[in-house]
């Protein structure tokens, strides 16, 4: 059964140090109800994500029915769907699945986080997306202090990811700067975004560096905010979901492609599309590097042909392919249970042409793409989702 | 599509506090592999559930990619699902929903829950299962002190509603003790229980009382465990799943009955079955009158009867309706994570006729309740599963 999004919203994205966690879930869940124009009894199962609301707010277990009673929503089916930065976007996958199934005709998804309360606290939260057992040894593979890395873990993975890249191929830091000058550009028209300064490339290489060659303004901000989507058997003139698929990190000595590359290779057969057809594209940029790295692995550009593309303004509103016109995770923010959905929010709006000064002309097939903790060699969880009009 | 239970297993119940979350959850994924016969390469997605691993071991966000590569399963779709002591009957049921949709031919399900290291964190992480907000709250409706009831928070809920259940019907405390005593009989009998001490009525009421009137051998303990089970598409000959259905706590104002008898009506309805059709049970007994509760809630007794039957023996092994033929929640234990699934590796043990010395004869129809976490004057969230053969 073809199943659509029938409606979506999202808090604004930012730091919101008084406010709670089922406030920002329950005011997104209503936007996404009235944007669908349903009611709450309309509504048969919810996936709610969150990734690190024990941890930070001590609110283990029903994070997703405390929530949702502040929506008003119970009674239902309600499962809490933890993926770390990729939680939402696996709830989405769960609704999905549930309408596509005829279990319930209609499904909520809703991802929401709050981190702003203690930036100690969330950097250490942040932390858990490895195996915890293991994050000394990683830290020290990193050639990071273990302290240091316990605050940081995951700037210290994507820099060491984005050395890799620019010994193979050339990768200057100055090229990385651009992806997120580019991404402040487009946030800066995004009234829903973090941050909507717009930054010149020079502004992102002058700013403190965080672990070489990745500065502040290349890495995605500690943030609070929930996004929501409606999914119900489609109906004429939909946002239609063409795919969703998601892939975890491969056992240890199993050749595989990385996860990315595998959920893209799914999707797009799910679909029967391929990397040309798409219009508009979000990924995760938890760091600007990570953007050209997605943008290889899932099959948009050759290795090592994403960056210089970033320079010429290919992947800018307006290039060939746009990549994150909502601004991304560096400029919309990363409050990292909701990030899914956010990018499910931005590509639904592209295909309806809702998206005000950073609308993509035209776009007919928008893909997403997130992704979630570190194992091994690679990202824990990856989720690519193709959406059609 | 029918769905069926291809394979079933667990680690035994207890306090194993030189083990580890991913240890334990492995050893249960891998007995359900082998009892279906098939390998890692046949699992194509896995719905892990845990519910206070985040707290307790500071492993959140990728809890079941971590545990899932212990057990050397990799690659496919892997979910990390929380609702709390229903953990993992959520799970089983979100793997019923993906093989049912044909999104998948087989699913694994697994729960696993590690307590034992520290007590006091997990009674504190436990009493995450309420809307922490309102903790204190719920304590002072209790009449507790609001530091004892973080500790024992819901034994104390437990208590006021067994004290309700008294003065509506009479119930007295000894037929609460009957219930446990039966239960233990019944661990006695169970090699995977976590206690298998045959205790008498006497003994339950000379324990120690922990909120009256429940005394320590009415109360589920704290410990260690994992279960998982293997679903596919039905074959012949396999245990199948007539029925899953997941309900939560209506919102406040909303007359409803409570989600225990929902989920049951809804899930009687899909297998098209009543109470009277069914020859096993295994219900959420946390604490023993839980069980009265959800025996009535469920529909097997009218209001008042349970606990006048348990002190029959009508419940007991060789009765009229045989319940927790595994020792429950009180006696094989309650890794809260594990716990619903455990109750479906028992089920599926019984209808098979594999249950050694306490099985059910000729058992046809099995039906499983597990309920999480508390909110309003109910569960927060009910699950109700049957199996049949």
């Known amino acids: ?23 920002l879930a ?4 209503a936007a996404a109800l009235a944007d669908a124009d349903i009611t709450i009894s309309d509504v048969q199962a919810v996936y709610a994500a969150n990734a690190v609301g024990g941890l930070l707010a001590g609110q283990e277990m029903i994070r997703g029915e405390v929530a949702m009673r502040a929506a008003g929503i119970g009674g239902v089916p309600i499962f809490n769907v933890e993926n770390a930065c990729a939680s939402s976007s696996s709830a989405f996958h769960l609704a999905w699945q549930a309408v596509a199934a005829g279990a319930v005709d209609c499904a909520l998804a809703v991802g929401a986080e709050h981190m702003s309360a203690d930036k100690g606290a969330a950097f250490a939260a942040i932390g858990t997306g490895v195996d915890v057992e293991a994050r000394d040894e990683i830290a020290r593979e990193l050639g990071a202090e273990p302290g240091v890395a316990k605050q940081s873990l995951f700037m210290h993975i994507y820099a060491s990811m984005v050395r890799r890249h620019m010994d193979a191929y050339g990768t200057t830091q100055h090229q990385l700067a651009a992806v997120a000058a ?17 930054r010149s490339v020079e502004d992102v290489l002058a700013s403190r560096e965080v672990v070489w060659p990745l500065t502040l303004l290349m890495c995605s901000p500690i943030g609070d905010g929930a996004a929501a989507a409606v999914l119900r058997r489609a109906l004429p003139g939909d946002v239609k979901v063409a795919a969703s698929a998601v892939r975890t990190a491969a056992v240890p000595d199993t050749p595989a492609e990385p996860a990315a590359r595998r959920a893209a290779t799914a999707a797009f057969e799910q679909a029967g599309l391929g990397p040309t057809d798409v219009d508009v594209v979000e990924v995760h940029d938890a760091t600007s590097p990570a953007e050209i790295l997605a943008l290889e692995e899932l099959g948009f550009f050759a290795p090592g042909e994403a960056a210089p ?34 990018q499910i929010c931005e590509l639904t709006w592209q295909l309806r042409n809702q998206a005000g000064r950073r609308q993509v002309q035209s776009a007919k097939v928008a893909l997403a793409h997130n ?3 570190h194992m091994g060699n690679d990202y824990a969880v990856q989720v690519v989702t193709i959406l059609t009009v």
Do not use: W
Not at 4 to 12: D, F, L, P, W, Y
């Open 371 to 373: 992704g979630g903790g």
């Open 309 to 342: 593309a970033a320079e010429r303004g290919d992947t800018t509103l307006g290039g060939v392919l746009p990549v994150n016109p909502s601004g991304g995770l560096c400029s919309r923010g990363h409050p990292i249970g909701a990030t899914g959905l956010a």
């Open 1 to 23: 059964m073809t199943v659509s999004v029938a409606g979506v919203g999202m808090t604004r994205f930012g730091k919101f140090p008084g406010r709670k966690l089922p406030d």
């Open 182 to 198: 580019k991404n402040s550009r487009h946030g800066a028209a995004n009234p829903l975004a973090q941050y909507r300064d717009a």
């Open 26 to 29: 329950a005011e997104a869940a």
